[in-house]
């Protein structure tokens, strides 16, 4: 199974209700219009730093170093 499946799948099964996944349709809608969409598959990332969960600054470059890196960006608990 791909990756991309896999994905599909695990959304799936998340079990979100209507009105939450109207708000993420809109958000990536939205989003996807401005033009500003963010990266392609394969591109790479210019180099940010941001805080993570506690408040921690953290460098996607040094992430890097260590090898691939998965980013995942959340807003807080829906």
């Keep these: 199974m791909s ?3 896999q994905l599909s799948q695990f959304d799936a ?5 209507p009105e939450i996944v109207a708000i993420l349709k809109r958000g990536n809608d939205t989003v ?10 394969g591109e790479r990332a210019p180099d940010f730093a941001l805080p993570n969960q506690r ?14 890196v998965i980013l995942s960006f959340y ?4």
Aim: glycine residues 16%; proline residues 6%; charged residues 30%.
């Design 55 to 68: 408040g921690e600054t953290v460098r996607l470059s040094d992430r890097l170093s260590g090898g691939p």
């Design 32 to 41: 996807k219009a401005s033009g500003a969409a963010g990266l392609q598959i």
């Design 13 to 17: 099964s998340r079990n979100r209700p």
């Design 3 to 5: 990756l991309r499946e």
């Design 75 to 78: 807003r807080g608990v829906w």
